[in-house]
Structures are given as C-alpha cells and as structure tokens.
C-alpha cells in the first residue's frame, strides 16, 4: 500500500505528550530532539538523562529519584536502576483525589459500579488497615482467584501499599491451574469472589475455593467477596472471611504506605506454562512503574480526561497494565464476562456508553468480529475513541483494513508486542507518526531493539530475532524458586550472552516500522528456510471455507515438513479440491516453502486462557511428548484432536 491507513494532522501532533515531552528534553539538557525517533535513540544511547527527566515531568512520588541512574550497567541481567531511590508502587496510582471516576465497571448487563478517586482512595485505606492488622509486612505474598472487577484493584494496591507481592489469576481456571500457581509462591492471603458471570451465566467459586484454600498450607485469610450474591457463608472455606466483616472495623485515614527500594518485588506473572510448570516471573516496584511511565503517556498518549478500556481477565498481563493507567489521572474502564454477550457489539456497547478514548483488545477477538460479519461503524460512532490498540497475537493486515472499514475510520490504531515477561511492550504505537497496514510503528522508548540473524549480527529488511542490546528497566531479577538462575537464564539469554532474546521473529520495514511473524520458537524451518507461522495464518484465514488454523513443523526425515491444520465453516468436509486451492493460495502470496506438506481438517484448535492458539502443545502432541500444564488452556481436551493421526505417519 502507498498511502498509510491513518496520519495524525500537525495540530493533533502538537498536542500529543510525546511532542510535549521532546520539548522538555531539550530544555533539560540542551539536546535538539526534532522527532520521536530522536527521542527513542536518545532513550537508548542515554538512560542517565532519559529517565530521570521522564520521572520529573510526570511527578513520580519518592525520593532518591535524583540519585544515580543506573550502576552495572553492562550487565544483563544483573544492572541495577535507581539504587537510592525509595517509592511506593501504589502511592503513585493513588496520587490522585476528587469526585472523577477512577473506575467504571460492567459486569456483563449484570452489574454497573463507578468509584471516584477518593472512594478507591478510602477503600484501599481500610484493607491495608485490616491487613497490616492481621500481621502482613513487606515481601509477603498475595494471592487473587478473581475476576476483573474493583475489588481486585483493591485488594492489590492495599497489599502493595505495605510491601507485600501481589499474583493473580482468573477464576475460570481449574482447580489444578490455580495450584500449580500459587502452591509455588505460597501466598498468606488469598482473595476471591464467590462467582462470576459468563455469557449470560452465573458461576459459583466457592466449591473451587474451597478446594484451593486447603491445599495452600500457607494461607492464614481467604478473603471472599460479593459479585453474584451477598453475604454468602464461607464458614466451608479454610481460614474464610467475608470482605465486609474484615473491614468493618476500619474507617478511611491516610494510607501509610511503605517506602521500599527499586528493586523490591512487586508482582509475581506466570508464563503460558504449555510446556512445562508455569514459571513464576518476578517483577519489581521500579521495574513496572518506570516501564507504564514510558509507555502509557507516551507511546498511548494517555492524560487525565482519557478514560481508557481493555479487555482482559487477570490471567492476563494486560490487567496489570491497564490498572495504572490511573497514576496519570485517567479513568479505567473495566469489564468483566463474554465479549460477545448478549452481542458481538457488547464491547463497543459499553465504550460507546462510557465514552471510551483507548479501546484495546486481542488480535483474535478482531478476527472474530471480523469473520461474524460484524460491523460496528454502522451503529456505533464512538466519537469519543482516539486509539484501538490490539495485542496478544499478530494482527494481520486484514485485519487493520476491518478496523478502519468496519469499526471507525478516523482511529489511531497501535498494533503492540512484549509480553508478561517484560511488564510492557518491546514495539508499540507513537501518536506522532502514521499507521501503515500490517505495521507496528516504534520500538518502546528505553528499549534497545534490534534485529539479529543466528550469529547476532543486526539485520536490515530480512527477518530475525527480536532482541534488545542493553538493560531495561523491568528485565525481571529472575524467577521464583529458581536459586541458581538457571532456568531464567536459559528464557532469554542462553542464545546471545548478555542480550535479551524474546523468541519472537520480526522484520523492519522501509517506513521505520515492524512486522511481527509470530514466535521464533514456534517458526518452521523447512530445509533451513525459517518461516513465521504469522505468514501462512493470513493467507490460509483469508478463504471464506477456513475458521480458523494452526501449523506447525513436524520433524521428518532429518528436516522438518509444515503441517498446517484447519478448521473449516459448518458443513464443509476437507476434500482434494479445497486443499489444492489452500495450497496455491499460500504458494502464490508467500513462497513455495511455505505451501504445507499436509493439510489436515480438526474440529477445534487448543488455546491459552487469553486466546492464544498454542502451537508448541499441539507440536508437542503430534511428536509425542507430554504436554505438562494442560490447566493453561482453556480447552484442553483439544489436544486429542491431534493424537496418533494417520496421516502424519506417511
């Protein structure tokens, strides 16, 4: 395409904090810097002057922000950020006070609640009362069972706010994938509610709970609250209490919130885990707060009016990166439930009638919308929208053109990458610049990406890995329960020494931005040629007869051969014909390479519990290893689909 998709106009650039922010750059240290492409490699060439003015043109709370920088900082892992400084993660979300709504939350058309600053300000007050109470001091472990709703912000900022470690997942998880998380960070305090709803249905969780709260010998409270009911009896739950009983006596007062180092733990995330035990992440106070500083005001433009929604559960990072959204005043939209109850328009029912200005979602819920013939421009304007942003997978080039077609025209849209194991975005959005399709338009300022070929050589216009060259702010200081740092050593720094490998498989383009074609460790590489599953997705999911599919590479005969598998409409049967023609359609739009040796009809494809469809189990199934955490997915039984087949014996 020649034209870009969407081009901000000089006016709007001149608004932007990016723009603002340059300008205080240069005043600070005298440094010209014309354009956010100067500002990202002054971020990366110097950390020293970077973000200590980041820290002073937000107003971050703390002090020794004005000491060094950065010490050892040609280790990796191992350089240490802002070692004189002393913070509290949740002083700073909490900063601000008023009548303004923090929080607006759905919970499908079940529950509508709004809770002003001051109101999350008081409630954070009283359970960081009844918790420093009850004896919890800093390092000690949280736990939530929960789904997305204020009482999980709560329960988080009040255990942050003396130090303690917060971890969470949803509560559509099994009993086993709830265990296999927190039986290794032993919490003292486990939070949940007693259901949820889901597509229209309400579900209990106090048997689960139950049953999870006596297998964690740690816990001293199971602080349970209402979502379905009120005041259910938890006397059947080890160590229950009902929310309101353990507050009750507490009445709102200043939070005295505890002063801890950069480097203090703040969250423990959980990979995917579909080829092994989940591996608990550590993530820091300083780490977090300085990555949502980066990008949030800069790379989303947030401010203080913007009221900002992402779909997500808290099984998924992206939870904890909407909640501090509010440290720049914003207020945070939360919903709870199906994204397709009672509609496929229930999202953007509710960013309509809350006047969202950021709606974010997973690349696979616009597919979704995209093949349901969906088209919510016809019926809802969203005047009020300035940015859709989309992770979780790569967003096809199809699918930009369905957001601009379909949803609404004039709409900056970010297409992101990072992960759980970096708190944030390598590649993200820059309100500055125009969106091209298929394209994320800039690495994340303080973020040294590169691309690398298998010797760590940086690639211009080819494909490679996805590095970054020097220390970043919220690199984890490792993962629990690993003492030696092996096994995080072996995630990300085993293929080139000292420099952060991601495992995804990205290319430059010729406008300054990149292409993301999926996990490296998921790339096929038949006959050495390495190829992104990304790229066979968007050519075999543009036929109107395919649903949906995933490939993989099959070892065979010293090589490996592409299998792709396919889920096809209602009523159609996988035939020589229709696999010729999916055959010639990835043949003619990428390489012969990429055509699959095999092309084989399922009934239904694996995914993780954030929707992602998980190549690396199905891989591991037609090979026959054990897939250890079946608990991370969220339709498990899926993997049978690919047991023992046939035609993969031939």
């Known amino acids: 395409m020649s034209e870009p998709l969407w081009q901000p106009g000089a006016d709007r650039i001149a608004e932007t904090n990016v723009a603002q922010f340059m300008g205080k750059v240069e005043r600070d240290w005298g440094i010209p810097i014309p354009d956010s492409d100067a500002l990202w490699q002054f971020s990366v060439e110097q950390p020293d002057k970077f973000w200590p003015s980041l820290v002073n043109d937000l107003g971050l709370i703390g002090e020794g922000w004005e000491g060094p920088v950065l010490e050892d900082a040609e280790k990796m892992p ?46 954070v007050s009283r359970m960081a009362q009844a918790l420093q109470e009850m004896g919890l001091k800093a390092g000690d472990k949280v736990a939530g069972f929960v789904p997305n709703m204020p009482e999980t912000i709560i329960a988080m900022l009040a255990a942050t706010s003396l130090g303690a470690v917060w971890s969470s997942c949803s509560p559509d998880f099994g009993v086993r994938g709830v265990l296999d998380r927190f039986e290794q960070i032993e919490p003292r305090v486990l939070f949940a509610a007693d259901g949820y709803h889901y597509n229209g249905k309400t579900h209990d969780s106090l048997g689960k709970l139950a049953e999870i709260a006596a297998q964690l010998p740690t816990l001293e409270k199971v602080v349970v609250f209402d979502y379905i009911g009120e005041k259910m009896d938890v006397s059947a739950i080890p ?49 977090s707060l300085l990555k949502y500083a980066s990008e949030q005001p800069l790379h989303f433009d947030i401010k203080a009016e913007d009221r900002v929604f992402f779909f997500t559960t808290c099984g998924w990072m992206m939870w904890n990166w909407l909640v501090p959204n509010i440290t720049w005043g914003a207020t945070i939209l939360l919903y ?46 969203m005047r009020s929208l300035r940015m859709i942003c989309s992770t979780g997978s790569a ?43 298929g394209e994320l338009q800039q690495a994340v300022y303080g973020m040294d990406v590169d691309i690398f070929d298998d010797d760590g050589h940086s690639l211009i216009g080819e494909k490679g890995e996805l590095v970054c060259k020097t220390p970043f702010p919220s690199v984890p200081p490792g993962f629990l329960n690993d003492p030696d740092g092996s ?32 996990r490296s460790d998921a790339t096929l590489n038949p006959g050495g040629v390495r190829i992104g599953t990304a790229e066979i997705y968007r050519q075999v999911e543009r036929l109107e007869e395919v649903e949906e599919s995933i490939v993989i590479g099959q070892d065979w005969n010293f090589d490996t ?9 209602d009523g159609l049967t996988l035939d ?39 190549e690396l189990a199905v891989r591991d199934v037609i090979h026959g290893r054990e897939v250890k955490n079946k608990e991370a997915l969220a339709n498990a039984e899926a993997l049978e689909l690919f047991q023992n087949l046939a035609e993969l014996q031939i």
């Open 576 to 614: 020589e014909q229709l696999t010729e023609k999916i055959k010639k359609q990835v043949r003619d739009n990428c390489t012969p390479r990429h055509v699959p040796a095999k092309v084989i009809q399922v009934a239904d494809i694996p995914r993780t519990k954030s929707g992602k469809i998980t």
């Open 239 to 287: 160590h229950g209490v009902h929310w309101d009983r353990l507050t009750s006596p507490w009445q709102p007062q200043d939070i005295a919130y505890v002063q801890l180092p950069f480097d203090h733990p703040l969250y423990i995330m959980f990979s995917s885990g579909t080829t092994g035990a989940p591996k608990c992440i550590v993530h820091t106070c300083g780490g």
């Open 78 to 123: 191992g350089a240490r950020w802002f070692p004189e400084a002393r913070f509290n993660f949740a002083e700073n979300l909490l900063r601000h006070r008023g009548k303004r709504d923090a929080i607006v939350f759905h919970g499908e058309d079940k529950v509508v609640r709004h809770l002003t600053h001051d109101q999350l300000h008081d409630e």
């Open 487 to 518: 096994r995080y050593h072996s995630a990300y720094f085993d293929v080139f020494p000292n420099i952060w490998c991601h495992g995804d498989f990205i290319e430059r383009t010729e406008h300054g931005g990149y292409v993301v074609y999926g």
């Open 336 to 381: 709870d439930g199906s994204p397709f109850y009672p509609s496929p328009l229930a999202l953007f029912d509710y960013a309509e009638e809350e006047k969202a200005t950021l709606f974010g979602t997973s690349a696979k819920f616009l597919e979704a919308l995209d093949n349901s013939g969906t088209r919510p421009i016809d019926s809802h304007p």
């Open 561 to 569: 051969r592409v299998i792709l598998f396919v889920v096809l409409v």
């Open 395 to 437: 967003l096809a080039p199809e699918r930009f053109d369905f957001v601009y077609e379909a949803i609404k025209s004039d709409v900056h849209l970010v297409s992101m990458t990072g992960g759980t194991d970096i708190m944030g975005c390598f590649l993200a959005g820059d309100p500055t610049k125009p969106v091209w399709r």
